[in-house]
């Protein structure tokens, strides 16, 4: 199983075409730069060390035998290819006429599987899901056998008839006419489209196990991903993708014309209830297909709006494939129900009833009655669950950082008032930097300027240029809804790479909250001395209240460990400084001393008393926030990281004094996203009304308690619990969330 990932920027000006008058611009401004030597010839290399790390593993716990099957060391020096970049060599033939029409050639040399298995009615009729849909009619009478209402044969054109609406044989014709098409777009559109030759001979090799069918996940970072996927599959000879789309989208013609090309339609009668006859044959038959949700309107549509704007370079991403079968063994083995809801765990803490519970698994809430093709139970949710954290874990760890990610990262979260150019490329190189000591990949090189150049000009619509006569330019984000909405959009990517490091510093932000009141200055908080215990308890807290997902903790790895590596790496990169403690230090020890003594990553360890002991002397150590001036910076670059969630979650709160009579979900959150827009214009917070963290707010207090659900047929509705009906236990709630913001 892979996860891919597909990220669009710069790769470097050494590849780049004939640049448009916009460019040219940003180049003049460039060139009167009067920089030093060192910025002029400075270089950005994509890895640190002497080869490119290799990203992107599966789970060596849960996935061990995949985990040493599908790698070998020898492809991390393969390098990369760009797949739209096609050339006489890519055929067959030589000569004049093929270099000039070598895309034509390539395409029909590529192997295309049009043909549907002869027996394929036969296995979905002998399928477990269409069996028991059959069952169901046999009529009971005692003493006699079963036997069906229907013969045979009659359910055969019954499952014809599904699999006609469902989809037809594939034209090769039109599919290769098609592509040929893509291409000249893809040419148009981007610089190229790159893929690491290592992480294609790991996808090979996975295709090339027998009778196994071989699944791919995507991350999703655009419309694009889908046509890129079905492009990079058919021209690497992996097969060819099935395109799934709704049935009541499309009149007759064209999905005939979708069908040709490779369309899947859901058949009519998927969509409604569970229990209605019509439908349970349709789903059950949809179910026994191997099929993907994507929309091709929806690819084709974003094609065409990004043919009119440069979109630089593209990078496809595959993570290491994992054997379903394998993953489904070892998680049943180890799948266990122990754990508390994050209303048990965190609510008590948050009224101030009691100390929360940091030594016990947060317990994920599964919606009832929650809408699919196919019934799952509480079992197969969890598993389906785990299994979507482990891919996202892995899609997102392999997807390689942009310079526009990086570039809109620092414009975001550290520059917002605007910067000279001239201190932008340091600290474009020091974040590149900080990214590769974490292990993870970079999608560019080059010299540092012409990088940084190229970057801008994909912003250009979310900045402005300054030329200034000091012969610096200065650059300045704009402050519109559009241009911070992109800037957020793509700094998200950086969020994965140092999500613990910014958990790690909300918690140390959140102890000098507490302790600011009984000191006489703010400048004091410099000599705070932090207690590791209680940096790692108010960690706790604060990743039981995010999501997993959005945290990307594996479900393998418990909160408690999560929470220790996430303080571990604040030591490692140099912001928390080991202290000694005198008497007359102040020391951040303010939360009520109430830990349970046996910790949950003891449970099963044999040399408990040793481990305690450990524990002790490491939870008694000291340390000091960092009063560098680089690392003062990184520690409010990695706060104001998690800023949007924490700031979406904090005015969520105030919205609950808002809230009127019980209302569907989303209604609700309708309601929510044009408050928190309301909010955002008044302080250009725009990052903070993106409908995504609007759904993770309502998730979470969901989840806390703070609202409640109340199942009805068809949307369940919401409503206020008639704990948070007070005003004194809101302002609790906003009052625990904003220990946490940075300010």
């Not at 290819?81 to 000039?100: A, H, P």
Request: aromatic letters at 8%.
């Amino acid at each position: 199983m892979q996860s891919i990932s597909r990220s669009s920027t710069a790769v470097g000006l050494s590849d780049r075409k004939a640049a448009p008058k916009s460019y040219a611009r940003f180049s003049s401004a460039m060139k009167t730069l009067d920089l030093d030597s060192e910025w002029k010839l400075g270089t950005v290399v994509p890895f640190l060390g002497k080869c490119r790390p290799f990203v992107g593993y599966c789970c060596q716990r849960c996935t061990p035998k995949s985990w040493e099957f599908f790698f070998h060391k020898n492809m991390i020096s393969l390098g990369f290819c760009n797949v739209i970049k096609i050339s006489e060599g890519n055929t067959r033939f030589r000569g004049w006429l093929v270099r000039r029409l070598c895309c034509f050639f390539t395409v029909c040399d590529w192997k295309i599987c049009a043909d549907t298995p002869s027996d394929l009615q036969k296995r979905i009729f002998h399928s477990k899901r269409v069996q028991d849909i059959v069952c169901q009619k046999v009529p009971q009478s005692k003493g006699d056998a079963p036997e069906t209402s229907m013969p045979v044969p009659q359910w055969m054109q019954r499952i014809r008839s599904i699999l006609c609406q469902i989809q037809s044989s594939i034209s090769p014709l039109l599919l290769r006419l098609s592509h040929w098409v893509l291409l000249k777009l893809l040419n148009q559109m981007f610089l190229g489209v790159i893929i690491h030759n290592g992480q294609l001979e790991m996808v090979r090799r996975a295709a090339e196990v027998p009778d196994v069918p071989v699944v791919f996940l995507s991350t999703h970072k655009s419309q694009l991903d889908r046509l890129l996927l079905q492009l990079l599959l058919i021209s690497q000879g992996l097969g060819t993708p099935r395109v799934t789309c709704e049935y009541k989208t499309y009149p007759s013609k064209c999905r005939t014309l979708l069908a040709l090309l490779g369309g899947v339609f859901l058949p009519q009668g998927v969509e409604q209830a569970r229990d209605s006859e019509q439908g349970v044959l349709s789903r059950a038959v949809l179910a026994s297909s191997p099929t993907q949700t994507l929309s091709l309107w929806t690819s084709l549509w974003t094609i065409c709006r990004a043919a009119c704007r440069g979109l630089g370079c593209v990078r496809v991403d595959f993570a290491q494939p994992f054997s379903l079968q394998e993953y489904v063994a070892n998680s049943l083995f180890r799948q266990s129900g122990s754990g508390k809801c994050l209303e048990e765990l965190l609510l008590p803490e948050i009224l101030g009833k009691r100390c929360s519970i940091l030594d016990c698994e947060k317990l994920e809430q599964w919606s009832p009655g929650s809408k699919g093709i196919i019934a799952l139970n509480t079992e197969q949710e969890i598993l389906v669950y785990n299994l979507g954290l482990h891919t996202l874990s892995a899609g997102v760890s392999c997807s390689a950082i942009m310079a526009v990610q990086i570039m809109s990262a620092l414009f975001l979260h550290k520059h917002k008032e605007g910067v000279f150019l001239s201190q932008l490329m340091q600290d474009f190189v020091w974040l590149t930097e900080e990214i590769l000591l974490r292990s993870y990949d970079v999608g560019f090189s080059g010299q540092v300027r012409d990088v940084v150049l190229h970057a801008l000009f994909l912003l250009r619509h979310c900045i402005s240029l300054y030329h200034l006569s000091l012969g610096d330019v200065l650059v300045v984000p704009k402050k519109t809804d559009e241009a911070m909405t992109e800037l957020s959009q793509h700094s998200t990517a950086l969020l994965p790479v140092f999500i613990q490091e910014a958990v790690g510093v909300c918690a140390a932000n959140a102890l000098l909250v507490e302790l600011l009141p009984y000191l006489g200055s703010p400048e004091q908080l410099r000599d705070v001395v932090l207690v590791q215990e209680e940096l790692h308890n108010k960690t706790v807290l604060l990743v039981q209240l995010l999501p997993r997902d959005f945290l990307l903790c594996q479900p393998c790895q418990s909160l408690y460990n999560y929470c220790q590596v996430a303080v571990d790496k604040l030591i490692q990169c140099g912001l928390l400084v080991a202290e000694e403690m005198p008497s007359d230090v102040l020391v951040c020890d303010t939360a009520q001393k109430r830990f349970t003594k046996r910790l949950l990553w003891k449970a099963t360890d044999d040399f408990a008393d040793s481990d305690s002991d450990y524990s002790d002397e490491t939870g008694n150590c000291c340390f000091k926030i960092s009063q560098v001036e680089n690392c003062s910076n990184f520690f409010v670059f990695l706060c104001s990281l998690l800023s949007p969630l924490l700031k979406t979650l904090e005015r969520a709160t105030v919205f609950l004094w808002e809230m009127e009579s019980p209302q569907s979900e989303s209604q609700y959150v309708e309601k929510l996203h044009c408050f928190l827009a309301r909010k955002a214009k008044e302080d250009s917070s725009f990052e903070c009304a993106c409908r995504t963290l609007t759904t993770i707010s309502v998730h979470i207090y969901k989840e806390l308690g703070v609202l409640r659900e109340a199942a009805r047929q068809g949307e369940p509705i919401l409503h206020l619990s008639e704990t948070f009906r007070a005003k004194e236990n809101q302002e609790k709630l906003e009052k625990f969330i904003q220990q946490f913001i940075y300010s």
